[in-house]
């Protein structure tokens, strides 16, 4: 086996060409994106938006306590709206 060989290919694997083309590195974004939205589902963040809404109220911080459903609402405009209805009826009820 030719060594030189061998450790040019590791070489060239382990630093990959620095110019990527932009398709692939928007594709290479896209899978990621995908594999962090299927983190927690909408159907998980809506039982957990209650609880995720009193935290905001209270603390303020739910973002921090609970950053994957912050991500979430970040990343999916119907769980976001949902939230933001939430956090008005729970602010609204507050105040009275
Ligand atoms: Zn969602």
Redesign the pocket.
């Given at each position: 086996m030719n060594i030189k060989h061998f450790i040019h290919r590791i070489r060239n694997k382990l630093n990959p060409q620095p110019e990527l083309p932009d398709d692939v590195v928007l594709k290479f974004l896209n899978i990621l994106e995908q594999a962090r939205a299927e983190e927690l589902s909408?159907s998980e963040?809506h039982a957990r938006l209650d609880e995720f809404v009193e935290k905001e109220v209270e603390t303020h911080e739910a973002a921090k306590i609970t950053p994957l459903i912050r991500e979430?609402l970040d990343m999916?405009p119907?769980?976001c709206e949902e939230y933001e209805a939430l956090l008005a009826i729970v602010e609204n009820t507050k105040e009275e």
């Open positions: 909408c963040i979430h999916c119907e769980c």
